[in-house]
């Protein structure tokens, strides 16, 4: 089950998506979620472990050791990617009305 601490860290990088999107604009949004995902992955090298499962249930197993800290490591370079890149993926996800997106 997800603790407290990690609904509420949930919750606020949520709100910070949303008010960097409406206040700043679509790329400011992609650096929070950025944030977001670089923590997210150290969180899982940190308690080597990373629940697998639907949304809202319990997980169905659990990824440990190696697997979660590689799972983890992933999860820091997407969030690296969309942290320093962020104009790109911008453009990727079709959130970008800039000309030179393809």
């Given at each position: 089950?997800?603790?407290?601490?990690?609904?509420?860290?949930?919750?606020?990088?949520?709100?910070?998506?949303?008010?960097?999107?409406?206040?700043?604009g679509?790329?400011?949004?992609?650096?929070?979620?950025?944030?977001?995902?670089?923590?997210?992955?150290?969180?899982?090298?940190?308690?080597?472990?990373?629940?697998?499962?639907?949304?809202?249930?319990?997980?169905?197993?659990?990824?440990?050791?190696?697997?979660?800290?590689?799972?983890?490591?992933?999860?820091?370079?997407?969030?690296?990617a969309?942290?320093?890149?962020?104009?790109?993926?911008?453009?990727?996800?079709?959130?970008?009305?800039?000309?030179?997106?393809?």
């Amino acid at each position: 089950m997800t603790s407290t601490f990690e609904r509420v860290i949930g919750f606020l990088f949520f709100a910070g998506f949303i008010a960097a999107d409406l206040l700043i604009g679509h790329v400011a949004a992609v650096k929070v979620m950025g944030l977001a995902c670089a923590v997210c992955g150290i969180s899982w090298m940190w308690r080597k472990s990373v629940g697998v499962g639907i949304e809202g249930r319990e997980p169905s197993f659990f990824l440990t050791g190696a697997a979660a800290r590689l799972a983890g490591l992933l999860m820091l370079a997407v969030g690296a990617a969309m942290l320093f890149r962020s104009a790109g993926v911008a453009c990727l996800f079709g959130w970008s009305t800039d000309p030179l997106c393809p």
